[in-house]
């Protein structure tokens, strides 16, 4: 059953997407990057460490990306009463700490 729901992200949660988004995306073009030095077996070393390297400059690329983006995040979901969501969703039971 999908269902709809309007939400907004806290920071927390918007930094570690933007992280985990942005990590997937360097390993992919890490392992693009990575391709033209298989033809050239000297500077073969020199791009694996471009493709171990890339993920991770791109999750800081990630991070910073939401450090400056999150104030228009937060005043555009303000504006439109939050960003809709769908999918399966399943309540968790909330920690003692939590607001109910």
């Known amino acids: 059953m999908s269902r709809k729901f309007r939400s907004q992200l806290d920071f927390n ?8 988004v942005s990590f997937g995306a360097g390993i992919f073009w890490g392992v693009i990057s990575l391709i033209p030095y298989f033809w050239n077996s000297e500077n073969f070393m020199k791009g694996f460490l471009i493709a171990i390297i890339t993920p991770f400059l791109s999750a800081l690329g990630g991070a910073i990306s939401s450090l400056v983006g999150f104030p228009f995040y937060s005043w555009y979901c303000n504006k439109i009463e939050g960003q809709q969501i769908s999918g399966k969703f ?3 039971e909330s920690s ?3 607001i109910q």
């Not at 949660?13 to 985990?20: C, R």
């Open 13 to 20: 949660l918007l930094f570690k997407v933007f992280i985990l």
């Open 90 to 92: 399943l309540e968790v």
């Open 96 to 98: 003692k700490g939590d």
